[in-house]
C-alpha cells in the first residue's frame, strides 16, 4: 500500500545536538512539506519541495534544514540553533497539480531533554 | 498573506446535537479543506471543496464552502462520541497547493 513513513516516531535530543526526522514517501507524489505542530496549536510550515533538489522556506524555517536528493525522501534536520524544538513534526506529500489535499504521515514527537 | 482562522477553538456538546464548526480565510481562494486529527496521531483528510457553493457530506459531517463570503462550514448532525478528535480547515492559494495554510483547529468533545 501507498503511504508515508516517519521516523522515528519519538525523539529525545539534548541541548546543542543536531537530529535529524525521516520521510519516505511511496506515493509517486510530486511536492512534500514539513509542519510543526505545538500542543493545542495548528500547524505551522517549516520547509516544502516540488521538485527534486529544490525547496522553499515556509513560515518557520529558522533553525531548520532540509534536503531533496530522490523524489521519495525529504528529511527534515533540527538544528542546535532552533531554541525551541520541542514539537510535533509532520510529514506530508501531494501531487503539484490538481484539487488534491495532502497526504500526512504519523508524526514524528521530538523532545530536548 | 493567506490567513486561515476557525472558531470555536473549542466545542463540547452531547450526543445527539447538532452544531457548526466556521472557517473564515483572509484573500479570495479557490479551493478549502477539511481534516481529522485523533489525539497524539497524523490528520486525515475528510473533504475538499473546489468551487463556490460546493456542499460535500460523509456521515454525520457535512461541509460547504462559500467564496464570497470567504467561508466555509462543516456541519455536525446529531453528533456521536466517535466524532470526538480535532477538525483543522485549511486553504490554498494557488493551483499547485504548495501554500497550504491551516486554522488552528477545533477541538470537538461529544459527551453521552
Known amino acids: 500500500d501507498g503511504g508515508i513513513t516517519q521516523s522515528p516516531k519519538y525523539l529525545f535530543r539534548k541541548e546543542g545536538q543536531n537530529v535529524t526526522l525521516s520521510c519516505e514517501q511511496n506515493?509517486?507524489?510530486?511536492?512534500m512539506y514539513w509542519y510543526r505542530q505545538d500542543p493545542g496549536q495548528g500547524l505551522r510550515l517549516i520547509y516544502y519541495?516540488?521538485?527534486?533538489?529544490?525547496?522553499q522556506k515556509g513560515d518557520i524555517a529558522e533553525g531548520y534544514s532540509v534536503s531533496r536528493e530522490k523524489k521519495e525522501s525529504f528529511p527534515l534536520t533540527v538544528t542546535s540553533a532552533q531554541k525551541n524544538p520541542t514539537a510535533f513534526y509532520l510529514c506530508?506529500?501531494?501531487?503539484?497539480?490538481?484539487?488534491?489535499?495532502?497526504?500526512f504521515g504519523s508524526g514524528t514527537r521530538l523532545t530536548v531533554v | 498573506e493567506l490567513k486561515v482562522e476557525q472558531n470555536p477553538l473549542f466545542l463540547s456538546m452531547q450526543e445527539g446535537k447538532n452544531y457548526t464548526i466556521y472557517c473564515n480565510y483572509s484573500?479570495?481562494?479557490?479551493?478549502l479543506y477539511w481534516y481529522r486529527q485523533d489525539p497524539g496521531k497524523s490528520l486525515e483528510s475528510l473533504f475538499v471543496?473546489?468551487?463556490?457553493?460546493a456542499v460535500k457530506q460523509e456521515g454525520r459531517l457535512m461541509a460547504s464552502l462559500d467564496t464570497k463570503a470567504r467561508l466555509s462550514t462543516l456541519h455536525i448532525t446529531a453528533a456521536v462520541h466517535d466524532l470526538s478528535a480535532t477538525y483543522f480547515c485549511?486553504?490554498?492559494?494557488?493551483?499547485?497547493?504548495?501554500?497550504?495554510?491551516f486554522g488552528a483547529g477545533t477541538r470537538l468533545t461529544v459527551k453521552p
Open positions: 471543496l473546489l468551487s463556490n457553493g
Open positions: 484573500t479570495t481562494s479557490d479551493r
Open positions: 519541495s516540488q521538485i527534486v533538489n529544490d525547496f
Open positions: 506515493l509517486n507524489h510530486d511536492a
Open positions: 506530508a506529500s501531494s501531487m503539484n497539480i490538481g484539487a488534491y489535499g495532502y497526504t
Open positions: 485549511a486553504s490554498s492559494l494557488t493551483y499547485n497547493n504548495n501554500d497550504m495554510r
